[in-house]
């Protein structure tokens, strides 16, 4: 696991409350500002800073 996938993964464990929610939010949850893909998606195609803006946005209070 690199990097930015461990910090996207702590972070939303953080927001989600558990490890478990955390990865099934993480491969499962489609985000609507990206058509409905999963963070997971968006890592593969090497989108890891704009999953870990996004998670920034929601944990201020930002919602897309």
Do not use: C, N
Request: charged share 25%; proline share 3%; aromatic share 8%.
């Amino acid at each position: 696991m690199d990097d930015a996938t461990l910090r996207i993964l702590t972070m939303a464990e953080e927001m989600a409350g558990s490890e478990q929610r955390a990865a099934i939010w993480f491969k499962h949850q489609p985000i609507p500002a990206w058509g409905g893909k999963t963070a997971s998606d968006l890592v593969r195609e090497g989108k890891s800073d704009q999953v870990i803006a996004y998670l920034e946005a929601v944990r201020s209070g930002v919602y897309t």
